[in-house]
């Protein structure tokens, strides 16, 4: 009896010290990516953001993106086309002579958050 207690004993004091890490999922190649649409709809959206525009209207599956910056509206479309690659136009309306260049500082703002 004493020998089945003490083998109970150690065998449960060497499944306490054993620790078990799942490896973590790694995945390769494309799937690892952010889709062409998803970096270019995060590119517009941060342009505008980072020249001060106030987003008010998101509409991913639509590709549109509005704000506000000054009495201008700032306006961003997204666009796949069919070949794959992605269009992206920003238009202003409103009192675009408080800010002349504020379309083109956001063009700038994308470019650089593209990578270009």
Same mark, same amino acid.
């Given at each position: 009896?004493?020998?089945? +207690?003490? $083998?109970?004993? $150690?065998? =449960? +004091?060497? =499944? %306490?010290?054993?620790?078990?890490?799942? +490896? %973590?999922?790694? +995945?390769?190649? =494309?799937?690892?990516?952010v889709s062409k649409f998803d970096q270019s709809w995060s590119a517009a959206i941060g342009a505008l953001s980072d020249e001060g525009v106030i987003i008010s209207k998101k509409d991913r599956s639509a590709g549109i993106v509005q704000g506000k910056r000054s009495g201008i509206q700032v306006t961003g479309d997204v666009r796949t086309q069919a070949d794959g690659s992605v269009r992206v136009q920003f238009n202003t309306s409103g009192a675009t002579s408080t800010d002349p260049s504020l379309i083109d500082r956001v063009t700038q703002a994308y470019n650089r958050r593209m990578g270009r």
């Open positions: 009896m004493k020998k089945l +207690t003490f $083998l109970v004993i $150690l065998l =449960a +004091t060497f =499944a %306490t010290g054993c620790t078990y890490y799942p +490896t %973590t999922p790694v +995945t390769y190649g =494309a799937t690892t990516s």
